[in-house]
């Protein structure tokens, strides 16, 4: 199943062209971390996408967090995923009616479809909201990860709505890159990945409902393909240090999966 293909064998099994693109750079790189880059200021997400862009497959943006946010920022950004060959990816959890999403998507100050290859959105509006990051101005390959479970603690989804979300992904095949939960699901469909977050080894949890697992669980136990580590990298004293060393566990994590 999923769990013990490779990444690159399943870079063949991937219908979406950006998911298959991030098994070819899981596989060249050796990474399948993705950094949650949680910053503010313009020039602390430059700053950190140089010192992690060796170790990272994916750059997770909060864009609407970010204080002085320009335009302007968005050129060199692209530039240092080129040069350290890892993929955009906008957090933005879509989750309006299809028109109000292709407006979120692809207009306003962010400008999202022009520059991120991947984005989150939530399957609670239903098939309106893929029909419109389909149909929406932007880059020519997208692809979606489809929220089916959450690392919050109290989260109001249930396995029907997990289950909901997994047979909507099925329907969008060319549009849907993978599926981020916390447990091993579709486990008959290696060309989508599983990306999981709430990954920490420092803490267990924070004080507003994020729930964290370590990497080896993650990877092992709960069926990530890509583990998101945000403030376990960007709290570090030295980024690139921790990025590393994240980078390390996961792989050995991903590589005794590959053994079983
Ligand atoms: O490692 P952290 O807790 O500092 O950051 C986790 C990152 C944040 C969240 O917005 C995001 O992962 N996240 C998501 C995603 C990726 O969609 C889903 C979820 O269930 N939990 C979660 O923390 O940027």
Request: net charge negative; hydrophobic share 40%; charged share 20%.
């Amino acid at each position: 199943d999923r769990l013990t293909l490779s990444f690159l064998t399943r870079t063949n099994l991937a219908k979406n062209p950006v998911a298959a693109e991030l098994f070819q750079i899981m596989a060249t790189k050796q990474t399948n971390l993705c950094v949650a880059a949680d910053l503010t200021i313009s020039t602390d997400i430059l700053n950190l996408a140089e010192q992690v862009g060796p170790y990272i497959c994916v750059f997770k943006t909060h864009i609407d967090i970010i204080e002085d946010f320009h335009p302007n920022l968005l050129k060199p950004l692209q530039e240092i995923a080129e040069r350290h060959n890892f993929i955009l990816f906008e957090d933005r959890k879509f989750a309006d009616i299809g028109k109000t999403v292709e407006l979120q998507y692809s207009k306003g100050i962010y400008q999202v479809s022009s520059w991120a290859k991947l984005v989150t959105a939530h399957s609670i509006t239903g098939k309106g909201v893929l029909d419109a990051i389909k149909e929406s101005v932007g880059l020519e390959k997208r692809g979606v990860f489809l929220l089916a479970e959450t690392s919050a603690a109290g989260s109001l989804i249930n396995e029907n709505y997990t289950e909901a979300t997994l047979t909507l992904a099925e329907q969008y095949p060319e549009l849907i890159a993978g599926i981020v939960c916390q447990s091993p699901l579709f486990l008959q469909t290696p060309g989508l990945i599983q990306l999981t977050p709430g990954v920490q080894l420092e803490a267990k949890s924070d004080n507003l409902g994020q729930q964290y697992n370590s990497p080896e669980s993650v990877i092992l136990e709960k069926g990530a393909d890509v583990a998101v580590v945000g403030r376990g990298i960007t709290k570090s004293a030295k980024p690139e240090i921790a990025a590393e060393k994240y980078k390390n566990l996961l792989w050995a994590a991903y590589s005794k999966r590959l053994q079983k």
